[in-house]
């Protein structure tokens, strides 16, 4: 398939598409990730209970890997890590402090709607091989997934189509507002979300590499799903 033929390329006033190869790179698996949340919502109106549907989230997180796979060339900047050991010092605190925020910022008025959850036990007994996928997924999958979409394109995008040529310091505080409460409206704990958005921004600013958001990304998530299994707390997954 030749550039001129990728989906969605709709050409902009000028005569340039709205978003290059490089773009949909970085959309598609986000795009798959958020289908397959669509899938779920529909299968659930049409009767499947939560408990059916938990085979869907190994599916999801495959899927999402399938289309990184094949995308892979076009994330340089995951090839090399120039992410010195104080910038992993500061992403690790920042995935810490990011956590306890979003295990605080739940009040009522701080959330939208009502978080399905990911209940992996079954009888009253924990299914661990649920828990793991989960696990692996949120820490592992969705944080390249992610911050390959929010940072690394929609931030820079915002400020020019040719988001590539756009240093990680350069940003615009606008595009830091407005792509981090879009990330924080994409949760269930909105408040939360937009101050993670804000953090992984900062991180992407100061180091200047997508691995400094998506190593506090992975420590937030990880840490997650570690307390949601020990304190039974399923509607934070």
Same mark, same amino acid.
């Given at each position: 398939?030749?550039?001129?033929?990728?989906?969605?390329?709709?050409?902009?006033?000028?005569?340039?598409?709205?978003?290059?190869?490089?773009?949909?790179?970085?959309?598609?698996?986000?795009?798959?990730?958020?289908?397959?949340?669509?899938?779920?919502?529909?299968?659930?109106?049409?009767?499947?209970?939560?408990?059916?549907?938990?085979?869907?989230?190994?599916?999801?997180?495959? $899927?999402? #890997? +399938? !289309? &990184?796979?094949?995308?892979?060339?076009?994330?340089? /900047?995951?090839? *090399?890590?120039?992410?010195? @050991?104080?910038?992993?010092?500061?992403?690790?605190? $920042?995935? #810490? +402090? !990011? &956590?306890?925020?979003?295990?605080?910022?739940?009040? /009522?008025?701080? *959330?939208?709607?009502?978080? @399905?959850?990911?209940?992996?036990?079954?009888?009253?007994?924990?299914?661990?091989? &649920?828990?793991?996928?989960?696990?692996?997924?949120?820490?592992?999958?969705?944080?390249?997934?992610?911050?390959?979409?929010?940072?690394?394109?929609?931030?820079?995008?915002?400020?020019?189509?040719?988001?590539?040529?756009?240093?990680?310091?350069?940003?615009?505080?606008?595009?830091?507002?407005?792509?981090?409460?879009?990330?924080?409206?994409?949760?269930?704990?909105?408040?939360?979300?937009?101050?993670?958005?804000?953090?992984?921004?900062?991180?992407?600013?100061?180091?200047?590499?997508?691995?400094?958001?998506?190593?506090?990304?992975?420590?937030?998530?990880?840490?997650?799903?570690?307390?949601?299994?020990?304190?039974?707390?399923?509607?934070?997954?």
């Amino acid at each position: 398939m030749s550039e001129h033929d990728a989906p969605g390329l709709a050409a902009t006033s000028g005569g340039a598409p709205m978003f290059n190869r490089a773009a949909w790179a970085r959309i598609l698996p986000f795009l798959t990730y958020m289908l397959f949340i669509g899938v779920a919502e529909l299968l659930g109106h049409l009767g499947w209970s939560a408990a059916d549907l938990r085979w869907l989230y190994g599916v999801k997180i495959g $899927a999402v #890997v +399938l !289309v &990184l796979a094949i995308f892979w060339r076009h994330y340089s /900047e995951l090839k *090399t890590c120039r992410l010195p @050991a104080r910038g992993v010092l500061a992403a690790l605190a $920042a995935g #810490v +402090l !990011v &956590l306890v925020l979003w295990l605080g910022l739940g009040a /009522e008025w701080m *959330t939208i709607g009502t978080a @399905a959850g990911f209940d992996p036990t079954s009888a009253g007994r924990i299914d661990w091989p &649920l828990v793991a996928v989960r696990i692996a997924g949120a820490a592992l999958v969705v944080p390249v997934m992610e911050e390959l979409f929010w940072r690394s394109f929609l931030l820079r995008w915002l400020d020019t189509a040719d988001f590539e040529t756009v240093d990680p310091s350069q940003v615009t505080i606008k595009s830091v507002a407005i792509t981090s409460v879009l990330f924080g409206f994409e949760h269930h704990l909105w408040l939360a979300g937009i101050v993670a958005g804000i953090a992984f921004s900062a991180l992407y600013m100061r180091h200047r590499t997508i691995w400094s958001p998506i190593l506090a990304h992975a420590v937030t998530n990880g840490l997650l799903g570690i307390w949601v299994v020990t304190t039974s707390s399923w509607s934070y997954w």
